[in-house]
């Protein structure tokens, strides 16, 4: 257990608030800190502090108070960002009854009792409990939010009485649940589709309470989710973040594109097979939330691209695309992938430093990075993939170039 209970009382309060100004924590300014503070403080709380204040420092790539909340070094890695929090929060709006099953630090939980009557958060580790309400506080009356510190395969969810007295009222019937499980116990990762507590039991919730939502590593294989639920993948820009699994009573779609931090989102309709032809002027490289979520299809439909092979989720196009779903290039050479050839074209065309993008051919990558021998004073994209089933390359700059 981290050594960090001790943060909450007012010595922890003090020495937290000493070191709030440092910018960073490196281990010879942590040393000198801890000289100098060991004197007035406890070792053990000096050696939590110092650790608090360099996750605040990472935990402001996530949230927009890192500075003021809690963290184990754990819970910030597995947290929701605002970001991302706020938008799964918005299917929660106007539900009165909420339950944060394993809530964390309270990434999700400050964002859900923003939008819901009242929320449960529910940790079996109790420390963690203890941050996530420190945290949600921040932006909330604690009256809106009910800790509970158990495992949540104890609870009776649909039962009356499972739950303390809320400010919701005694035995108030949970509306719906959001479900973030542990993807790592310890230093321990799981698998992609492995969790704590497993899926199978995440998605056995709505048996008993309808409306679900359950965070998902990105990666989870698609077959593990049920009929009817639908899949939602979301990145912040181009960084892949999470799968939200709607049950189907919060299910809009099937499957589901979000690009935050605008929320532009695409869904899956049915339409036209999308043609496959030579690649045009520009291509596009969709977001990694449209080719998890199987959305090549709609992309191309929706701006009038075509495919350049018919397994292959590059795009193809006659003009420049602005689209949130893809990134778009511009073609400066097309040509079948022959090592030799494209590295003589690379020197022609005096491209020092590229980009490799592989879809659908086999290789090392840095390997052939380096074999290509770049020399020059441009930069492109190589795009090494398949054309009508055959290996082929594509040199590609950004549009502006
Ligand atoms: C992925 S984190 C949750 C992150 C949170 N949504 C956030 O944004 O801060 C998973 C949490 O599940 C808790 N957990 C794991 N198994 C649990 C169980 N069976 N019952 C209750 N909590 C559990 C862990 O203690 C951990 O805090």
């Given amino acids: 257990m981290e050594p960090a209970a001790d943060l909450l009382s007012p010595a922890g309060h003090e020495l937290l608030e000493r070191l709030a100004g440092e910018a960073e924590v490196s281990p010879d300014r942590a040393l000198r800190l801890a000289e100098q503070l060991r004197g007035r403080y406890p070792a053990d709380l000096v050696a939590a502090a110092l650790t608090q204040q360099s996750l605040r420092i990472a935990g402001r790539a996530k949230f927009s108070r890192a500075d003021a909340m809690f963290f184990t070094r ?8 605002d970001l991302t929090a706020e938008h799964s929060a918005r299917r929660f709006a106007g539900c009165g009854l909420v339950a944060d099953l394993c809530c964390g630090i ?21 420390q963690t409990l203890k941050f996530a309400m420190r945290n949600v506080v921040l932006g909330h009356s604690p009256r809106h939010v ?94 892949l973040k999470e799968a939200l699994l709607w049950s189907p009573a919060l299910a809009t779609s099937r499957r589901r594109a979000t690009i935050l931090p605008a929320v532009q989102t695409m869904t899956a309709e049915p339409g ?45 196009a006659d003009a420049a695309i602005s689209t949130p779903f893809a990134r778009t290039l511009r073609v400066v050479e097309s040509m079948p992938w022959n090592e030799r050839q494209v590295a003589r074209r690379l020197r022609e065309l005096g491209i020092g430093t590229a980009d490799i993008r592989r879809r659908g051919l086999a290789g090392d990558v840095g390997q052939i990075h380096r074999r290509l021998g770049l020399q020059g004073d441009g930069s492109a994209t190589i795009v090494m993939t398949r054309r009508d089933g055959r290996p082929w390359t594509l040199i590609c700059v950004s549009v502006d170039s």
Wanted: hydrophobic share 50%.
């Fill in 74 to 81: 754990a819970g910030l890695e597995q947290a929701s960002s």
């Fill in 106 to 126: 309270g990434g999700n939980l400050t964002a859900l009792a923003d939008v819901a009557g009242h929320v449960l958060a529910v940790d079996s580790d109790l």
């Fill in 146 to 239: 009910t800790p509970v510190c158990a495992d949540v395969r104890d609870l009776a969810l649909a039962g009356h009485g499972a739950f303390p007295a809320t400010a919701a009222g005694r035995g108030a019937q949970v509306e719906a649940v959001f479900i973030d499980p542990a993807r790592r116990a310890g230093d321990r990762r799981f698998r992609a589709g492995d969790s704590q507590p497993p899926l199978d039991w995440c998605f056995g919730l709505a048996d008993h309470v309808g409306a679900v939502c359950i965070k998902a590593a990105p990666g989870l294989p698609l077959e593990l989710v049920p009929a009817g639920w639908e899949t939602e993948f979301v990145t912040t820009g181009r960084n």
């Fill in 272 to 316: 036209e097979p999308v043609p496959v032809a030579a690649p045009g002027a520009f291509l596009l490289d969709p977001s990694p939330a449209v080719t998890r979520a199987g959305l090549v299809e709609e992309l191309a439909r929706s701006v009038g691209a075509w495919k350049i092979d018919p397994m292959i989720a590059f795009l193809a």
